[in-house]
């Protein structure tokens, strides 16, 4: 049992940069992987990137070498930095986690990335 909330969302111009939290209210340690979703405008919710417990990335390819998924385990809090954003990064971010009930909780309200001029 786990409660997630996003937050860092916000407005920035294209080649900016971002850092959103996803802060957990259980220990990091109980949770196996932990997921950055986006749902952009018009389009159905994509997976960003992943972060196993032992630390092991993985990132979408539209994403690669620009955003970086880590974690704080002291601070029970989740990262994706954010660089060179693009317009076509805009979109509504959203974490998941997979603990040892299965993947949860409930999706949240998220944080909203605009990237725009």
């Known amino acids: 049992q786990v409660q997630l909330v996003e937050s860092g969302g916000g407005l920035v111009q294209p080649g900016g940069s971002l850092r959103l939290s996803c802060a957990a209210s259980?220990?990091?340690?109980?949770?196996?992987?932990m997921a950055w979703y986006r749902q952009r405008p018009g389009k159905q919710r994509e997976l960003v990137a992943t972060i196993t417990n032992d630390g092991t990335t993985n990132h979408a390819d539209s994403v690669k070498g620009r955003f970086t998924i880590s974690r704080d385990n002291a601070k029970n809090t989740v990262y994706l930095q954010m660089n060179s954003l693009k317009p076509e990064d805009t979109a509504v971010y959203y974490c998941?986690?997979?603990?040892?009930?299965?993947?949860?909780?409930?999706w949240g309200q998220g944080t909203q990335v605009t990237v725009s001029s």
């Open positions: 259980g220990s990091m340690s109980r949770i196996y992987v």
């Open positions: 998941h986690a997979l603990g040892p009930t299965g993947w949860g909780p409930p």
